[in-house]
């Protein structure tokens, strides 16, 4: 999941579109690398905050709720299950194992209504951007977001790659 060249061409072409967005709206690439670096020095996850944020020196991340180390535990653990999947548009919903099942249903629905809101620390860098954890959610059909994915649990090299890749 996190390994950006592994990814399909349009993987690629729709994370660097958001990316590109993204770091448009918070004033620049650095900015939002910045951000991202600040939260993986967060440990062990910037999501466990009971704070719900995390700023950098030109950026600032919030999110609604607060998200409990099991329920990261379950999406780490979906993510090494399709660590090898070059699509981000994988149903997580997809596994034999009942009780990982049952587990994910319950992240699923803890975790659908959880926002998050990136806005720049000055008013004049951007408008700022937003997005939720889940991409697709349906009955049989869940779909993790790639931004979510790219932002929490990639690198920053992922997001350079990203930002750095032409269509």
Not at 17 to 45: Q, R, S
Not at 77 to 87: A, C, D, G, N
Not at 118 to 138: E, L, R
Request: charged residues 25%.
């Amino acid at each position: 999941m996190c390994n950006f060249n592994k990814q399909s061409a349009d993987t690629k072409a729709l994370i660097h579109l958001f990316m590109t967005k993204a770091a448009e709206n918070v004033g620049g690439a650095n900015f939002l690398l910045e951000l991202i670096e600040a939260m993986k020095a967060k440990k062990p996850n910037a999501l466990i905050l009971g704070a719900k944020q995390v700023a950098s020196n030109h950026t600032i991340i919030k999110w609604n709720k607060v998200v409990f180390k099991d329920k990261v535990d379950v999406i780490e653990k979906i993510l090494v299950m399709h660590r090898s999947s070059e699509e981000p548009d994988f149903n997580i919903l997809n596994v034999e194992n009942a009780k990982l099942k049952k587990n994910i249903i319950n992240v699923i629905r803890a975790l659908s209504p959880v926002e998050f809101v990136v806005t720049p620390q000055n008013k004049n860098d951007g408008g700022g951007f937003n997005f939720k954890i889940f991409d697709a959610v349906s009955e049989d059909d869940v779909k993790l977001n790639p931004i979510f994915i790219a932002m929490f649990f990639c690198s920053a090299e992922f997001t350079k790659k990203a930002l750095k890749y032409e269509i």
